[in-house]
């Protein structure tokens, strides 16, 4: 009878966990109440967990009569960072502490730890009491952020101090659906952040056991209002990048001013951030692999993330080995106005497209759809791929034209 295989935990369900046994490992999965999963019976264990106790995952896993064969802790998931840093510690396995957790999860705690070390990789800062009808110490324009959520939502712009009061009010009453949408509970307020125009990009690296870091291409980060939009979100990430040689010398050594503040060790880190004047501005960090980024860098490099994230969950020092150049791009799609999906005219024409790899709609019709500063997530993303990236270019212009999203209405701020 062979050996039972080593166990790989997973803060949540991800494409890679399914892929474990195939690489020798077996999965478990953390699966809070409620959360549906497509394809069930492809993890091999699963752990219920309720997000708001963490002290009973903490005993849970660790009177977990397989926790002796539990081998790496990896996250994927932005709003289970907590949970990394927990399962990391508690098991002795590598990965970021409850400390650093706590810090990387909170916008404003990020923002005041990056200060005592680096101050000018911050944008003027200051926190946002959205009880209170005087504005923040900051000067216009700002954006106001929730501090622990993601995907930019609720991000809010105030080009004057006249404009504190509508967006206080508009947040605030878009809070309680965007937290039930999303089980995610709000907490400790908001970051008011100065607004830094310029080349924005993200960076995902891996930082080794010995602090040492390795680096992957950055990914050019197009943002909404590149096509008239009044919004936050990303709408298309892009490789290779369009940064100039010395743009990305100067977003790396950022990263690795970044990665020593923090203390890191032995996790993969995902960085975004924007160029202006000179100066590189950290926008926002997570100890993760950054979304879609895995499957990029594979249809760009031959060479995608998770593998190396694995390398380093279990102790080891991953490398970077990219066997080819191709252009990919992922675009996040959102209607025009906020209700309810009855429709998405022209994905026939996307899958025509030269560069058209793959295509998924994440919000099923019938359901509320809306721009990210409202709350929502897309509802339909593509991803481009080409040997030609100038073809993925201008597919990529193309994408908006194709699609028409079908919305009953309803008023959206």
């Given at each position: 009878?062979?050996?039972?295989l080593?166990?790989?935990l997973?803060?949540?369900?991800?494409?890679?966990?399914?892929?474990m046994?195939?690489?020798?490992?077996?999965?478990?999965?953390?699966?809070?109440?409620?959360?549906?999963?497509?394809?069930?019976?492809?993890v091999?264990h699963?752990i219920?967990?309720?997000?708001?106790?963490?002290?009973s995952?903490?005993?849970?896993?660790?009177?977990?009569?397989?926790?002796h064969?539990?081998?790496?802790?990896?996250?994927?998931?932005?709003?289970?960072?907590?949970?990394?840093?927990?399962l990391?510690?508690?098991?002795?396995?590598p990965g970021?502490?409850?400390?650093?957790?706590k810090?990387?999860?909170?916008?404003?705690?990020?923002?005041?730890?990056?200060?005592?070390?680096w101050?000018?990789?911050?944008?003027?800062?200051a926190?946002?009491?959205?009880?209170?009808?005087?504005?923040?110490?900051?000067?216009?324009?700002?954006?106001?952020?929730?501090?622990?959520?993601?995907?930019?939502?609720?991000?809010?712009?105030?080009?004057?101090?006249?404009?504190?009061?509508?967006?206080?009010?508009e947040?605030s009453?878009?809070?309680?659906?965007?937290?039930?949408?999303?089980?995610?509970?709000?907490?400790?307020?908001?970051?008011a952040?100065?607004?830094?125009?310029?080349?924005?990009?993200?960076?995902?690296?891996?930082?080794?056991?010995?602090?040492?870091?390795?680096?992957?291409?950055?990914?050019?980060?197009?943002?909404?209002?590149?096509?008239?939009?009044?919004?936050?979100?990303?709408?298309?990430?892009?490789?290779?990048?369009?940064?100039?040689p010395?743009?990305?010398?100067?977003?790396?050594?950022?990263?690795?001013?970044?990665?020593s503040?923090l203390?890191?060790?032995?996790?993969?880190?995902?960085v975004?951030l924007?160029l202006?004047?000179?100066?590189?501005f950290?926008?926002?960090v997570?100890?993760?692999?950054?979304?879609y980024?895995?499957e990029?860098?594979g249809?760009?490099?031959?060479?995608?993330?998770?593998?190396?994230?694995?390398e380093?969950?279990?102790?080891?020092?991953?490398?970077?080995?990219?066997?080819?150049?191709?252009?990919?791009?992922?675009?996040?799609?959102f209607?025009?106005?906020?209700?309810?999906?009855?429709g998405i005219?022209?994905?026939?024409?996307?899958?025509?497209?030269?560069?058209?790899h793959?295509?998924?709609?994440r919000t099923p019709?019938?359901?509320?759809?809306?721009?990210?500063?409202?709350?929502?997530?897309c509802?339909?993303f593509?991803?481009?791929?080409?040997?030609d990236?100038?073809?993925v270019?201008?597919?990529?212009?193309?994408?908006?034209?194709?699609?028409?999203?079908?919305?009953?209405?309803?008023?959206?701020?």
């Amino acid at each position: 009878m062979s050996p039972p295989l080593p166990i790989v935990l997973f803060t949540g369900v991800q494409r890679m966990a399914r892929r474990m046994r195939e690489k020798g490992f077996e999965s478990a999965c953390l699966i809070e109440p409620g959360e549906e999963v497509s394809s069930p019976h492809e993890v091999d264990h699963w752990i219920p967990y309720d997000p708001g106790d963490l002290p009973s995952l903490e005993r849970r896993v660790m009177n977990w009569g397989l926790r002796h064969r539990v081998v790496a802790v990896l996250n994927r998931r932005e709003k289970r960072v907590h949970e990394y840093g927990l399962l990391s510690k508690a098991l002795g396995l590598p990965g970021i502490t409850p400390e650093q957790a706590k810090i990387l999860r909170d916008k404003l705690l990020l923002r005041e730890e990056i200060a005592r070390h680096w101050p000018d990789l911050n944008p003027p800062f200051a926190p946002a009491d959205l009880g209170s009808p005087e504005p923040p110490c900051i000067s216009p324009p700002f954006l106001l952020k929730p501090r622990n959520l993601f995907k930019s939502q609720l991000i809010t712009l105030c080009q004057a101090p006249g404009q504190w009061e509508r967006a206080r009010e508009e947040i605030s009453r878009l809070r309680v659906p965007t937290e039930r949408r999303h089980g995610v509970r709000l907490t400790g307020g908001f970051l008011a952040e100065g607004y830094v125009e310029g080349a924005e990009a993200s960076l995902d690296v891996m930082v080794c056991p010995d602090g040492q870091v390795v680096f992957t291409p950055a990914v050019t980060v197009l943002p909404a209002r590149q096509w008239d939009m009044e919004d936050f979100h990303v709408a298309v990430r892009r490789v290779p990048s369009t940064l100039l040689p010395d743009e990305e010398a100067l977003a790396r050594q950022a990263v690795l001013r970044l990665v020593s503040a923090l203390g890191l060790r032995s996790t993969p880190l995902h960085v975004d951030l924007v160029l202006s004047h000179g100066r590189a501005f950290i926008l926002d960090v997570g100890p993760r692999v950054g979304g879609y980024r895995s499957e990029m860098m594979g249809l760009g490099f031959g060479a995608e993330l998770d593998p190396l994230a694995l390398e380093l969950a279990l102790g080891r020092r991953p490398e970077w080995r990219p066997r080819w150049e191709r252009g990919v791009a992922v675009v996040e799609l959102f209607p025009r106005a906020q209700g309810r999906l009855t429709g998405i005219a022209g994905l026939d024409g996307v899958r025509q497209l030269r560069s058209f790899h793959r295509l998924r709609q994440r919000t099923p019709l019938g359901e509320e759809v809306g721009w990210a500063r409202c709350g929502y997530r897309c509802p339909l993303f593509v991803i481009l791929a080409h040997q030609d990236p100038e073809v993925v270019a201008e597919d990529v212009e193309l994408l908006p034209r194709l699609i028409a999203f079908q919305v009953e209405p309803s008023p959206c701020p």
